[in-house]
């Protein structure tokens, strides 16, 4: 007790010690860290652009005026802006370890995110989500935590692991927890599933939010899942969805990712009848979409240029999502909060010249500051690159006579259309075979079913980054082909292949669970850019992302047909056809 008690004081003495540095440079009787001189800088608070200078002690903003600081930069005539949030995000989709997608995007001057981890939970279970806050901790990009809700996303799908309340539940403990992830399984809700509802329970028996996932969802059924506590939505990809679930005191959350781009369509919420009730955030980024197109600041600047108030922008980029989580620290510049900012030049040409975290300069236009990669339990990472269990596939394993349902993709959307039957592969048609392969487990479940939209006019494309259980999807003009692709798949321990004429053309290695790389951003872009050129030559739809369309297809709640290990699902009714 007595070695506890000293610690306990030596760390409230430190705290002591922290806390009247702050009120110091705060009355200006000490000099600050940083001042960020002759600042203009966006007030949330009074929705306004105020001047001053900018003071920094301590990793937080402690005082806006006049201050004098060991290191002082002039940003006359730019804009300081709060660091950005992205409100929800599955870090597994940029296909890069955690830390490359801080690399990534400190530079857009996001530096805080909540991510749902139900990728690689999907995978590993429990050990996923472990993986995930070990390989987050203490990034220059604070990462938050929704627990996955829905592992698999509904009984109907085949995982790697099964999740119920209690496996989670002590994970509600961890500081940067924020509450449970989004509710996918809004058939369960709706129908008063017990095992559904009890983790609505257990979250709010923490005080914790609870994010939701119902697209279309109507009338009573919507307010019955509203009702149930579900307190946002990030599916809205029409005005009216959007305004009917608003009006019904859920946040929204407008989505522009690499699969799924609502915000034109929801645009016209970012005005101050509603733009309060609303937050950005991406759910899927592929890197090509990181490195060329940006990130939070990709939204805040298309939504400028359509015209929106900069001001109501800027704050559906931070301040909202900062409230929304309860982070009260964050999404401002004000004294207390802390100083994650970043610099530009104009509204106009939106062009970040530096990102502060914490007071730290982490990018200056050019490069970002290096770090290092956080540790991992070695039991953890030897466990997340051996997740397949499959045994070799050949041909006649995705052959079958009988009419299976055809699945139409609809480009930019990740819903589907029902487009009838088919009995045979006809490429001229633009009818491809489609299966979906368990790989956690050995246990040689094959759904199949057929693909329309897709395009592929000769070879096979598999992917292991399958939401969201994450077996392997594969479509093909042939089932010879269709085996390959699938059983390099296997080979690499997780990734992304394209087969032509009997040999790989083209293949995007994934380890770590089967969904994300060792290697550095740039590299698995250049990978995963040549893989989709090969796609496209072999026919695929250039309206669509041969991989990101193609990983949603095996997702049974979204509308409106999907392809599970075990058939087609009618996703409304919950029901194989």
Do not use: W
């Not at 449970?180 to 599933?193: K, S, T």
């Not at 075979?433 to 487990?441: C, F, G, N, T």
């Amino acid at each position: 007790m007595r070695n506890y008690n000293e610690s306990y004081t030596g760390k409230i003495n430190r705290k002591l010690a922290k806390k009247l540095r702050i009120v110091e440079v705060a009355a200006g009787r000490e000099q600050a860290d940083l001042v960020l001189k002759n600042a203009s800088y966006v007030n949330v608070f009074s929705n306004q652009i105020c001047q001053g200078d900018i003071a920094v002690a301590e990793g937080l903003i402690v005082g806006l005026g006049r201050y004098a600081g060991k290191e002082e930069v002039d940003v006359t005539g730019k804009i300081v802006l709060p660091g950005f949030i992205d409100a929800h995000i599955h870090l597994e989709s940029s296909l890069v370890s955690p830390k490359e997608f801080a690399k990534a995007v400190l530079p857009h001057g996001t530096t805080t995110v909540v991510t749902d981890p139900h990728e690689i939970a999907n995978v590993m279970g429990t050990d996923g989500i472990e993986y995930m806050l070990q390989a987050t901790e203490g990034l220059p990009v604070d990462v938050r935590f929704m627990l996955p809700s829905c592992v698999p996303s509904t009984p109907m799908d085949e995982s790697g692991a099964v999740l119920d309340y209690r496996s989670i539940d002590s994970f509600y403990d961890h500081p940067r927890v924020q509450g449970l992830a989004e509710m996918m399984n809004y058939p369960g809700v709706i129908g008063g599933d017990p095992q559904v509802i009890e983790k609505i329970v257990a979250a709010q028996a923490h005080h914790k939010k609870i994010d939701g996932h119902a697209p279309g969802l109507v009338g009573n059924d919507l307010n019955a899942y509203v009702a149930a506590g579900v307190y946002s939505d990030h599916e809205c990809s029409e005005l009216d969805d959007a305004i009917a679930k608003l009006e019904r005191g859920q946040f929204i959350m407008i989505r522009e990712g690499t699969a799924a781009r609502n915000l034109k369509a929801l645009l016209p919420l970012l005005t101050p009848q509603y733009a309060e009730r609303c937050m950005f955030c991406c759910d899927d980024k592929h890197p090509s979409d990181l490195l060329n197109e940006g990130h939070i600041d990709d939204l805040v600047k298309r939504a400028i240029a359509a015209g929106v108030d900069p001001i109501i922008a800027v704050k559906v980029a931070c301040h909202h999502a900062a409230r929304y989580y309860l982070l009260n620290n964050r999404g401002a510049i004000a004294p207390g909060y802390l100083a994650d900012f970043m610099v530009i030049d104009s509204f106009e040409s939106f062009s970040i010249e530096k990102v502060f975290k914490r007071g730290e300069l982490m990018y200056d236009g050019r490069a970002v500051k290096d770090f290092p990669a956080p540790e991992i339990d070695p039991y953890l990472v030897k466990r997340a690159h051996d997740t397949f269990h499959v045994a070799s596939l050949t041909g006649s394993d995705f052959m079958d006579s009988r009419p299976r349902g055809v699945i139409g993709i609809v480009p930019g959307e990740i819903v589907t259309k029902d487009c009838g039957y088919a009995k045979e592969i006809d490429p001229a048609a633009d009818i491809l075979k489609i299966a979906v392969i368990e790989r956690h487990k050995n246990t040689r479940h094959i759904g199949i079913g057929y693909l329309k939209g897709y395009g592929l006019k000769s070879g096979a494309v598999a992917t292991s980054i399958s939401h969201d259980s994450h077996n392997i999807i594969v479509v093909g003009a042939s089932e010879e082909e269709m085996a390959q692709a699938a059983n390099r798949v296997v080979e690499n321990h997780g990734g992304i292949v394209v087969c032509q004429k009997g040999a790989v053309a083209a293949e995007v290695v994934l380890s770590i669970a089967g969904i994300m790389s060792d290697a550095p951003l740039q590299q698995v872009n250049e990978q995963l850019e040549h893989a989709k050129e090969i796609a496209f030559t072999l026919g695929v739809n250039r309206k669509i992302d041969p991989f990101m369309t193609l990983s949603f297809m095996s997702l049974p709640v979204i509308p409106t047909l999907r392809l599970t290990t075990r058939g087609i699902i009618d996703v409304g009714s919950q029901q194989y056809i």
